[in-house]
């Protein structure tokens, strides 16, 4: 009896390990980069923020926040200028957004009860409509020719308050803008 007690005890220690393992994912991973490997990006100092571009369904708000929150990162080590002319190099943020639908097969459609009494049976499909979006950083030399792009998808949408929103915006915004500039040159030019 006291072994049986020491499995399960032992079992569920380790389900309850397996589970809490299980919910540290790396975000980082889910970052996506590109860049020109002969652009020397260890000269850059100075950034001035262009227009962001949205696509689907996103409302000008969310566009106007994930704008700020890709400024706020970048003030933390870059420069900010007063005109594109004066930067040493653009950013331009773009939201994407899009609707989709899911559909599952339900292999067990058979259910129990019809009001009080009976079996049912429903169809053995599940539909589910979702958004996904994606916040995209794309840094451009002042000449407009693409030098670095980040992207990472988004779940700021899920949220309902503006400041939830914004908080998450940042987040992602600093995974992305955390692999910029690549380390792929060392000194000055």
């Known amino acids: 009896m006291a072994s049986l007690l020491k499995s399960i005890t032992v079992a569920a220690l380790g389900l309850i390990l397996a589970l809490g393992l299980g919910g540290c994912v790396n975000t980082a991973s889910r970052v996506a980069v590109d860049y020109d490997p002969n652009f020397k990006f260890a000269n850059l ?95 451009l030399s002042p000449e407009n020719a693409p030098l670095w792009r980040g992207s990472v998808p988004s779940t700021a949408g899920r949220f309902d308050a503006p400041e939830q929103q914004l908080f998450r915006l940042r987040e992602e915004a600093a995974l992305i803008l955390g692999r910029f500039p690549p380390y792929n040159d060392v000194g000055y030019d």
Do not use: C, H, M
């Open 45 to 139: 100092r100075s950034y001035y923020l262009l227009d962001t571009l949205a696509s689907g369904p996103v409302s000008p708000l969310e566009s106007k926040r994930a704008s700020q929150a890709v400024d706020d990162i970048l003030k933390g080590s870059y420069q900010p200028a007063a005109s594109a002319e004066e930067a040493d190099f653009l950013v331009r943020v773009q939201l994407f957004s899009s609707d989709k639908v899911a559909v599952y097969q339900d292999p067990f459609s058979i259910y129990g009860g019809y009001r009080y009494f009976g079996f049912g049976w429903r169809a053995p499909l599940r539909v589910r409509e979702y958004r996904e979006s994606s916040l995209i950083v794309d840094v």
